[in-house]
């Protein structure tokens, strides 16, 4: 029998799979980039660059003023693009 720290691991991966899923569903008629809604991987690496801002410029530009992503909502700040979460 599963000791009921890992029955306490499994049920956090299952809430955090339940909170992603609520949230991708919440967004899903948003255009954007396919993960977005399930995950912030694909801003890392133009964050580590330092090229974050033109990466949302570039975004807004392929999908329009919103933005889905797995980030708190920001305000992009030099256009009106608007990302929520």
């Not at 299952?14 to 909170?19: A, E, H, K, V």
């Not at 919440?26 to 133009?46: E, M, N, Q």
Request: proline content about 8%; charged content about 20%.
């Amino acid at each position: 029998m599963a000791g009921p720290y890992v029955l306490g691991f499994v049920a956090l991966i299952f809430l955090d799979f339940i909170r992603r899923l609520r949230r991708w569903h919440r967004l899903r008629h948003i255009p954007g980039p396919p993960l977005a809604g399930w995950t912030s991987f694909a801003l890392t690496k133009p964050y580590l660059d330092g090229t974050i801002y033109e990466h949302w410029k570039e975004l807004a530009e392929k999908y329009g003023e919103y933005i889905p992503t797995h980030l708190n909502p920001k305000i992009h700040s030099q256009t009106t693009t608007r990302l929520f979460h």
